[in-house]
């Protein structure tokens, strides 16, 4: 009987890029199918999430500040001072500087899944599968919910519906109507159609560039995990080496500390690209 072989590098990382879904897909564009291991981790993180900042309010004391009392302060003031310098309008920023508080941590804790061993939570989950009766090799799960486009998308939407909120709540639904079709170059009548299409491009342009930028670094970064997890494997085969194992632990860790900034940097862009879409909102032209 032939030895069986592992999955070759190709194989092991086209199983880890593959999603739970909730049936195959038919054809390239399917929204009847769901991405169930994003809905599940970005639920369960924005939970966790939101638990932390009440329980930060919850044990919040006016005497001094124990250190997880501190650490949510100095969060919360950063935010606060990053709202007042592009949202002038104080009841505005009642909303959404704890909106974009909410979305800095919200996305730091999904981009922060991709901190954890490559395959620890699959091969748990492959573990759970096949428990249950299933095929283990068709086990698969992503933990990164930024990884996957829809959620990027997704998080990008919501930002342009709160734009559009905002739009109408200030300038009036007349107001707006009036804006879109006379801004940016002027109110003849002949311009009309012109600023409309510009108008609508750049709503498009700043939804997808939010959502795409975010996306892009967590999957790239996704895939250098991968790759190296891949250079730990080859080390575990070649016993008689020691540049390899040495190399993979050396590029690991390297890698996992450059990538807290990019986990965190990510996380204040998205925040601060929120503010700015909600501040030009307020904007009359």
């Given amino acids: 009987m032939a030895a069986e072989h592992g999955p070759t590098a190709g194989e092991y990382i086209g199983h880890h890029l593959t999603h739970l879904q909730n049936k195959p897909m ?17 639920v369960l993180l924005g939970v966790l999430g939101s638990f932390v900042l009440w329980r930060a309010a919850k044990s919040a004391t006016s005497g001094v500040p124990g250190r997880f009392q501190a650490a949510v302060e100095i969060l919360v003031e950063m935010v606060d001072s990053q709202a007042k310098g592009i949202i002038h309008n104080a009841n505005s920023r009642k909303l959404v500087a704890p909106l974009a508080l909410t979305v800095f941590i919200w996305i730091f804790l999904m981009n922060a899944m991709d901190l954890l061993p490559v395959d620890f939570l699959p091969k748990v989950w492959e573990w759970i599968y096949g428990a249950a009766g299933h095929d283990p090799h068709h086990a698969y799960l992503r933990v990164v919910p930024t990884a996957d486009l829809s959620t990027t998308l997704g998080l990008s939407v919501s930002v342009l519906l709160v734009t559009i909120a905002y739009n109408i709540k200030i300038k ?5 109507v009036h804006e879109l079709f ?29 959502g795409m930028r975010l996306f892009g670094n967590m999957y790239a970064g996704e895939l250098v995990f991968m790759l190296i997890a891949l250079m730990g494997g080859t080390a575990a085969l070649s016993l008689s080496g020691i540049l390899l194992p040495i ?9 996992a500390i450059f990538h807290i900034l990019i986990i965190t940097l990510q996380a204040f862009i998205f925040m601060m690209l929120t503010l700015v879409y909600v501040g030009q909102a307020h904007d009359h032209h």
Wanted: charged fraction near 5%; aromatic fraction near 16%.
């Fill in 172 to 176: 009036g639904l007349g107001g707006w």
């Fill in 26 to 42: 038919q054809g390239v564009i399917d929204f009847s199918v769901y991405n169930l291991d994003s809905i599940f981790w970005a």
């Fill in 182 to 210: 006379t801004a940016p170059f002027g109110s003849h009548p002949v311009l009309w159609p012109i600023n409309f299409l510009m108008q609508m491009i750049e709503f498009a342009a700043k939804t997808v560039s939010h």
């Fill in 247 to 255: 190399g993979h632990v050396l590029a690991g860790t390297i890698w």
